[in-house]
């Protein structure tokens, strides 16, 4: 590679000459390589230590009477420099010998170098004036080449670090790329690797370890690997977090394929992920994967749609209508919206659509900043709705590119539609026609004289939409939550639903999307309508709605719906009980917008096949209890019940649990403060219950003293009262869970992020334990080798996901490149490899766990007899086919070959034991064709490819199969090779 022209006054300190002649020579690194000489090792372990990036290959101009070099050539291996060294002998050389002086030399090659950057930067689709991406090319070279890692594995960033091995730190370098954390270091002639797939890892976090600085602590399911970073540790972390995290979501793409939707095309958000990351250069990518983050993290707080992406963050104030004051916080701007987050948490937040903005101007800074309506703020922008809603912005830098930003942005939005349709029968809640009893409520409330008036409930709503602005764009405070806590009127739930979930935003833009979706899957069939058919009888079947076809119809219609727009979840059992309260106060679009946002945002993961979203937040239930409540903690894990209190309550979201009327009051909180809700609820349910819950005896008991009081929960804002001994109002509870057991989004999150890795991991090991089991009964291996060879199936299956391209699969099998590596370790029988993967692949079948140990199985440890007939059936022609009776010359010469090869890269003792063994196969060959043995070779030959498991558990194990120890997987790859 040619490099901008450098002088070097000390050219042969640390360096070796390779070549050289009258102008140049090239040269290499001192402790580059195998490095042999004590001083080129100690070269080479400064330059890990003291992070040297420089490349190990040079070539300089040298003229013979001049003391300085000029560097006009690098490169990381010696190929390259030979590339460049024979340009130079071929186009230079000749015309240098014409010149008279030395300095016109020099200035000639010198500007010849020149010419040849320029030409490569105009060529170059990456300009690079600061160097950046060329130190990136470098290290990512370093990478590919210290882990012999393939081109589709990129490299995100790298770090100096030590890494602590063997009670001494090492120094030297991390790489994090999108699949695997890897370390390289060069002690003193040792070079030092260390692999881990992201896959592996259990848990990540921040430790601090004597006087040292703080590390980064990785483990995985066998070993703690510590990293001690100086600097960017944070940033690190949480690049490491969020790649751990993506490595989840991949373990359950693939995990098996019991799960799947055969019938159902559909890209996952994770493959959705991959394919714009292919498409992006590698030094982009870390930028990129923080974009990520923040964005997910903006979708998450404002319940925005998933395609908004944070690009502008402006500190800025909003003039709060109530306290008359200006609010510090920051403005966050995306495509289609402007949302603020004050920096006092519970403040005060606004979102603001795009569409929805009417006018925004500058305001008038000259009235002075007195003024009471705070229009006098210098830096003030002002905005105004469609929805006749007022805000002021101040304090912000350059307001005036600002708004002229945000004009550009209103411009681009597509027109929105002012269509309007006529109500139907699906746009009216089920209410309106059934009312809102479930059937098990005892009526009336015994004290129904404190029941609240209810249309003074419907008063107080309006009044604050009125003040505070109606529509998405509503000025949000803690004055919210007091209102919810007094109770939504039925006629205003809809909305407000819609409002706090973010539904609204989703479906904004989308009109006729519900009945669109409904239209072009009309009388298609799936595994999710059968499910649902199933289930819609069991969806609050005591509520006269459905108890009638109406709300039944209307039920399957938004079900059936949301199957078709998110098959990655299709339909999962208690998504029924949700729907059937949200079609209670919500039309059919609303509360198909509403279900969206709960399965997408609110309870992300709860309704996937294997439940994780709900498994993971039990998890965090688990730790909340235990640091708010460590004695109940300890007693009801003795009992055995803990993990089961949260999967019943959580994933129907009180529903089943409690009073119908009572559940919709935690539905209320639970649509404006998210996930939070459900902890400090449950956290209370346990504190009003901890005596009854200490006394128990056994897991019956304090299961029923839970069942008892959540039956007993009332309203006191309805008129109506459980059949049960009245337990607390739910009002009540949730307040005591606000204000004694306050749970923040963030601690929230981070919980969250650590059980993530536990829960997943738990099932990876608990499928393997069942694919050990599915084949344990019929197999040559014990079920301590079969545990072993699944890890090592599994990481194979995993390099397809990471490498396999169009070989990629949410099922989990092994590609050809993959199968021939792993049966190549484990088999002496490399040469047959690719025939194995084909025979075994044959009419559309795929390499999984249960081939791979039937081919497995029979070449290590099958008997004679199945060993012959595999190796024939293995090479059987066209003509063999057609006479499976016979075994015709071209398919035992193809035989023959094949083991010549086997035999050719074996040592000479092997391969002496191996003539011997294929002689005696041979002569039983000989036999077999004049006896009636020969049946056995002849319906090997004539069975079917996918039905080989008769000649595969035709005899018992006589050996354990070669290398299989010595492939024992290990949870990392560490190696130390000695020079």
């Known amino acids: 590679m040619w490099v901008r022209p450098s002088e070097i006054l000390l050219a042969h300190t640390l360096w070796t000459t390779l070549k ?37 290959y040079r070539i300089l101009l040298q003229t013979p009477h001049s003391e300085v070099s000029y560097q006009v050539a690098k490169g990381f291996s010696q190929e390259e420099m030979e590339l460049d060294w024979t340009w130079i002998e071929t186009s230079l050389m000749e015309k240098l010998e014409q010149f008279d002086t030395e300095q016109d030399v020099r200035n000639f090659v010198l500007m010849k170098i020149e010419s040849l950057i320029a030409n490569k930067a105009i060529e170059n689709q990456h300009p690079d004036p600061q160097g950046i991406i060329a130190k990136f090319r470098m290290a990512e070279d370093a990478f590919h080449r210290a882990f012999n890692m393939p081109p589709e594995e990129k490299l995100i960033n790298y770090y100096s670090c030590s890494y602590w091995s063997s009670g001494v730190p090492k120094q030297g370098w991390m790489y994090i790329s999108i699949n695997h954390l890897c370390f390289y270091a060069f002690i003193m002639g040792k070079h030092i690797r260390l692999v881990l797939p992201w896959t592996d890892v259990v848990a990540l976090d921040m430790k601090t370890k004597m006087l040292l600085a703080d590390s980064i602590s990785v483990r995985t399911k066998y070993n703690e690997h510590l990293f001690y970073i100086l600097i960017h540790s944070d940033e690190t972390l949480q690049l490491m977090q969020q790649l751990t995290t ?3 979501r991949r373990l359950l793409d693939i995990t098996d394929d019991t799960f799947a939707l055969a019938d159902v095309e559909y890209k996952t958000k994770l ?31 404002f319940r925005l749609p998933d395609n908004e992406y944070v690009d502008t963050e402006l500190s800025c ?34 979102v603001i659509p795009f569409r929805e903005i009417a ?25 105004t709705t469609t929805t006749h809603n007022a805000y002021l912005l101040g304090a912000m830098q350059r307001p005036g590119r600002f708004v002229s930003n945000i004009r550009d942005r209103m411009h681009a939005m597509p027109p929105i539609s002012k269509e309007t349709r006529l109500e139907t029968d699906a746009d009216r809640p089920l209410f309106t026609r059934f009312g809102t009893l479930s059937g098990k409520e005892s009526t ?139 079609l209670i106060y919500c039309g059919e679009e609303q509360a198909f917008w509403i279900l969206c946002a709960l399965c997408e945002r609110l309870l992300a993961d709860y309704y996937s096949k294997k439940v994780v979203g709900a498994l993971i937040d039990q998890g965090v239930f688990e730790r909340l209890i235990r640091k708010h409540q460590p004695k109940l903690h300890a007693h009801l894990t003795s009992l055995g019940i803990l ?77 109506v009262a459980a059949k049960v001994e009245p337990s607390m109002d739910v009002c009540v509870l949730l307040q005591h869970g606000f204000k004694q057991h ?100 044959a009419d559309g079948a795929v390499a999984d766990f249960m081939a791979f140990i039937s081919m497995l199985g029979v070449t290590t440890m099958g008997d004679l007899n199945a060993r012959l007939a595999f190796l024939l059936k293995l090479h059987e022609t066209p003509t063999g086919r057609l006479q499976p009776s016979e075994i015709d010359n071209e398919q035992f010469a193809n035989l023959w070959t094949s083991l010549h090869l086997v035999f050719s890269d074996l040592d000479e003792p092997d391969s002496t034991v191996f003539s011997k063994a294929l002689n005696e196969c041979v002569r039983t060959m000989a036999v077999m064709t004049t006896s009636e043995d020969m049946d056995i070779v002849k319906s090997a030959s004539a069975t079917p490819s996918t039905k080989t498991d008769d000649v595969f558990s035709s005899s018992n194990p006589s050996s354990p199969p070669p290398n299989l120890t010595a492939a024992k997987p290990a949870a990392a790859t560490t190696t130390t090779t000695t020079t």
């Open 444 to 582: 009336p409330m015994p004290n129904a004289d404190d029941v609240p008036d209810l249309g003074l409930q419907d008063h107080m709503w309006k009044a604050h939409f009125n003040k505070f602005g109606h529509g998405v764009s509503t000025f949000r405070s803690k004055r919210d939550r007091e209102l919810i806590l007094r109770g939504v009127p039925d006629t205003q739930r809809g909305q407000v639903w819609m409002l706090y979930s973010g539904a609204v935003n989703d479906a904004a833009g989308h009109d006729g999307y519900y009945n669109k979706l409904l239209e072009d899957h009309a009388h298609r069939q799936s595994v999710a309508i059968e499910e649902i058919e199933r289930d819609l009888h069991r969806s609050l079947p005591q509520h006269p709605a459905f108890q009638s076809e109406v709300g039944i119809n209307a039920l399957r219609r938004v079900l059936t719906a949301y199957s078709w727009r998110n098959p990655e979840i299709g339909y999962c059992q208690a998504m029924n009980i949700v729907t059937s309260v949200l």
């Open 271 to 301: 493959e959705r992920e991959d394919e714009r990351a292919a498409a992006m250069p590698p030094w982009e990518m870390k930028d990129y994967l923080y974009k990520i983050w923040r964005s997910e993290m903006y979708q998450e707080f």
């Open 20 to 56: 050289s002649n009258k102008f140049f020579i090239m040269q290499e690194r001192r402790g580059h390589g195998n490095p042999k000489g004590f001083l080129s090792k100690v070269v080479g372990t400064l330059d890990t230590i003291i992070d040297s990036r420089s490349p190990p």
């Open 317 to 350: 104030t909003v003039w709060d209508l109530f306290e008359k004051a200006h609010i510090q916080g920051v403005l966050f701007v995306s495509a289609s919206y402007m949302c603020f987050l004050s920096d006092t948490p519970d403040e005060c937040t606004l």
């Open 359 to 383: 006018t925004i101007e500058l305001t008038n800074s000259d009235a002075g900043s007195s003024r009471k309506d705070g229009m006098g703020f210098p830096g003030g922008v002002y905005i």
């Open 742 to 841: 306050p749970v923040s989004s963030e601690e929230i999150l981070s919980l969250r992020r650590a059980v993530r890795l536990e829960v997943v991991q738990n099932l990876q090991s608990n499928i393997s334990r069942s694919a050990v089991r599915s084949v344990a009964e019929d197999c040559y291996f014990t079920k301590e080798e079969l545990a072993q060879l699944h890890r090592i199936f599994h990481d194979g299956c995993m390099k397809v996901a990471f490498w396999g391209g169009s070989m990629r699969s949410r099922r989990k099998c092994l590609d050809v490149t993959q199968f021939k590596s792993i049966y190549s370790q484990l088999t002496p029988w490399g040469a047959l490899s690719e025939r194995v993967f084909t025979l075994m692949t």
């Open 246 to 248: 993506r490595a989840m």
């Open 643 to 719: 993990s089961m209190l949260t999967l019943p309550w959580f994933i129907t979201i009180f529903i089943n649990s409690m009073p119908f009327q009572s559940a919709v009051f935690i539905l209320d909180a639970f649509m404006y403060d998210g996930p939070s809700v459900l902890f400090q609820f449950g956290l209370s349910v346990l504190h009003f219950t901890q005596d009854a819950l200490l006394a128990s005896e056994d897991d019956c008991a304090a299961m029923n003293v839970l069942t008892t009081f959540l039956l007993g929960v009332t309203n006191r804002t309805t008129q």
